[in-house]
Structures are given as C-alpha cells and as structure tokens.
C-alpha cells in the first residue's frame, strides 16, 4: 500500500501539486504554510536557547555567526516553503547542509561537559522544519533520508550515540515518515477525486447533448426516414418512379437518414463527449436571475387532443429550472404523439404546491409492457432516459412512469422551488 501510494503521490504530485495548488484548492497548500510559520517560530525558539547559554560556550562568536546566517536564510526561504512550486530540492538541499552544518558546528563551539548532559544543538528544532519540508515535497521515503542524514550528524558530531540523541532521531524519523505517507495518499485521493469530477463533468455534458439532439436531430432524421420510404414506395406528383422531380431516389434519401440515426444514437451512448450544450430551437433564452411563468412556456403544447389544466396564477420558477422543466414536458408529449396512436388524447395537469411544483402528463393511449423502457435505452433511444427523467433529475426532482399495455402512460415530473 505505501508503494502504491508513493507512486501515484510522486506522479500526482507535480501534477496536481501544480495545477490545483495554483488555483488554491490543494490540500498541500495549508501544509506548506504551516511549515513556513514552523521554521520561523523555531528559528525564534533556538536564538532564545543560545542567548540564555552562549557564555557557556568555547567559541560563542561563531555561534553568533551560524545563527547570522541561519536568520537570513530562514527569512529568505519563508516564501519558497509557504508553495510547493517554489520550494524546489535545490531549496530543500540548503536547507537540509546548513542543519547539518549547526548540528556538527555544536560539537566544536560548545562545552563537552554540557555536551555530555545533553545540551541542545545550535539549530535544535529548527532541523525538524527541514524534514518536514522533504516530507511534503516527496513523500515519507525522502523524510526518511532527510532524517537519517540529521540523525547521523548528531551521533557523530554532537555527542556520540546517547540515549537522549537516538531518542530525538527516532521522534523526528517517524515524525518525517508519517507525515510523507499522509501527504503521498492525500496527494493519490486528490487526483481520483479531481478525474471522478472530470468524468462526471463529461458525462453531465454528453447527456444534455443527448437531450437536445434527441429534440431536435433525431426526431428529423426519423421523419425523414419514414417520409423517404413512403414516397419512394408509392409517391406521384412530385416524384417518378420513386424519384424526385431532380432525379433523388427517396427510398435511397430514407435509407442513408436512417443510417445516420443509428450512428448518431451509437454516438450519443457510446461515451462521454466535451461539447457544449446547444440552445433549444425556436426557444427564447431563459434568464437565469429571475424566474419564468411555467403555465406560459407549457401553453404551446395544448391542442385538440391535448389539454393543459393549471392554477390560474403564474407558477413560478428559477429560469433554467422552468425552461428545463418544460423541455421535459415538451419530449412526454411528443412521445404522446409518435407512440399513443392518431386518436389518442393526453392531459396536463400543473400542481402549484409550496415546495415544489409537479406536472403530470396522462394519456389513453395503448401503453407499454414492462420492460420496454430499459429495451429502448439499450438501442440508444433516449427520449425517456435523458429528454425527460435526465432533465428532471439533473433539477434535483424526480421522474416517475406508470404504465401497463392497454391502460395508457402516465409521466409524473416533480421539481423542487430550489432548483439546481
């Protein structure tokens, strides 16, 4: 598990460690912050150390000297450890020679006595903010070389192998270790979650292009479909011998538009697509900030054999939402149209209710055995699956479809007031 860990963290780290922590999303970013305030605050804690005990020390100017050059580089470095773009390992290299500088500078400058007793080294924490900088730039296996390397320095340039040295190395290795194998799974998390919403994305985008093709495309392509075989079966007037006056064979015209049906269907349920989502024809664009009458946008599908029953006030909805609601409404009917039969009548019903507003489309027509809903989404027939019940979900409503052969079709669409 750490192996596979580190190796999605260290490729997913320049990648997302760039992409998303520039646009300052990234998990890493707080991280990085809080190591930069650690270096700064520990570099306070050891100027405060050595003030309280360089007259104990053999060499105290040099002391004084190490940590002059500690503090400028500890202020230089602060905004390069607050990114990880900027922290490079050339960074995170000088960063690591001057703590093994002070750690093995300690040995000469101070006391052997107070050596002996355990004194401190002159960066003493200071060195920690060095691992951790390592840790969160590659993961826990540079951590651990980081941390080995400052464990070695202490063992032999400051006091040998004591119990209060290998206490310290054992703290900040595991310390180092942890924190990389948590930023290598963070990193690794990341990255799913980024390409689960990059798919998701796509396949929100190939379904309202579905829609629209479905409404628009497809239906033409069948009509025309139908059309060609029945005037290149039978048709006069215009056409001889199956032929148009302009010599087009029409049974041929029908044949190639079917043809394009199914390949455009195949298209449609054959992945995700990046494409933008086309306008409805003849539809006026909703505008988003206020809200739209859903009784008017419905008005148009009444008819002889359709009739629309609603609250006699406007029934209020966020512009998409009712825009949207109405697509879906507009693809029952013409299901409605194409399947119920030439007689067969449908009703409207517009529910206005408090929290949320539900149409109802009914019909006398012949039905559908069960079944055929799933049948018709295998072949690429989408008219129900995303035309109407993707339309409503997509809202945060729901779509509901009641039918048994002989008993006509009933569409239940109901869509909250807060509509996405």
């Known amino acids: 598990m750490a192996d596979g860990a580190g190796t999605d963290g260290a490729r997913a780290g320049g990648a997302l460690g760039g992409t998303l922590a520039a646009g300052g999303m990234s998990v890493e970013l707080p991280l990085w912050k809080a190591i930069s305030y650690f270096r700064v605050l520990a570099l306070c804690y050891a100027l405060l150390r050595y003030f309280n005990s360089y007259l104990h020390f053999l060499h105290p100017v040099a002391g004084w000297i190490y940590f002059g050059a500690l503090i400028l580089w ?3 470095s602060t905004r390069a450890f607050s ?37 401190p080294t002159l960066p003493t924490i200071w060195a920690a903010g060095t691992v951790l900088g390592f840790a969160a ?29 290998v206490h310290n190395i054992v703290l900040l290795l595991v310390a180092g270790c942890a924190i990389g194998y ?32 479905h409404d628009g495309v497809l239906q033409v392509l069948a009509l025309v479909q139908r ?33 394009q049906e199914r390949a455009l269907r195949a298209l449609m349920t054959g992945g995700p697509l990046r494409a933008q989502r086309l306008p409805e024809a003849g539809a006026e664009a909703p505008d988003p900030a206020g809200p739209r009458d859903l009784t008017a946008l419905l008005r148009p599908y009444a008819g002889e054999r359709i009739t629309l029953s609603a609250p006699g006030t406007p029934v209020l909805l966020p512009g998409p939402a009712a825009g949207e609601l109405a697509a879906a409404v507009g693809a ?26 539900t149409v109802s489309i009914r019909d006398d027509g012949p039905g559908f055995a069960p079944g055929r809903l799933g049948e ?45």
């Not at 990114?83 to 006391?111: E, H, K, M």
């Not at 290149?232 to 049974?251: E, L």
């Not at 018709?376 to 699956?385: K, W």
């Open 332 to 357: 029952a009917v013409d299901n409605v149209r194409r399947h119920a039969g030439e007689g067969a009548r449908a009703w409207i019903l517009v529910e206005d209710e408090p929290e949320a507003v």
């Open 74 to 76: 500890t202020l230089a």
């Open 376 to 420: 018709a989404e295998r072949a690429g027939r989408l008219g129900v699956s995303q035309s109407i019940r993707g339309r409503v979900v997509d809202l945060g409503g729901t779509a509901e479809l009641y039918s048994a052969p002989g008993e006509g079709v009933e569409v239940e669409l109901r869509v909250p007031r807060k509509a996405s």
């Open 227 to 259: 059309r060609g075989a029945e005037l290149g079966g039978g048709a006069k007037g215009s056409s001889v011998n199956g032929r148009g006056v302009d010599g087009t064979d029409f049974a041929e015209l029908g044949r190639l538009a079917g043809e």
């Open 83 to 119: 990114n990880p773009q900027r922290c490079t390992w050339y960074v995170l290299g000088f960063d690591l020679a001057l703590a093994v500088t002070g750690i093995v500078l300690s040995g000469l400058t101070d006391a052997p006595a107070r050596i002996s007793h355990g004194a």
């Open 182 to 213: 948590v930023i290598e799974l963070a990193r690794a998390s990341e990255a799913t979650l980024t390409r689960a919403l990059q798919v998701e994305a796509a396949t929100r985008e190939r379904e309202r292009l579905s829609r629209d093709i």
């Open 137 to 165: 730039k590659g993961g826990w296996r540079p951590a651990a070389a980081s941390g080995a390397v400052i464990g070695v320095a202490n063992i032999l340039g400051h006091g040998g192998p004591t119990g209060d040295n």
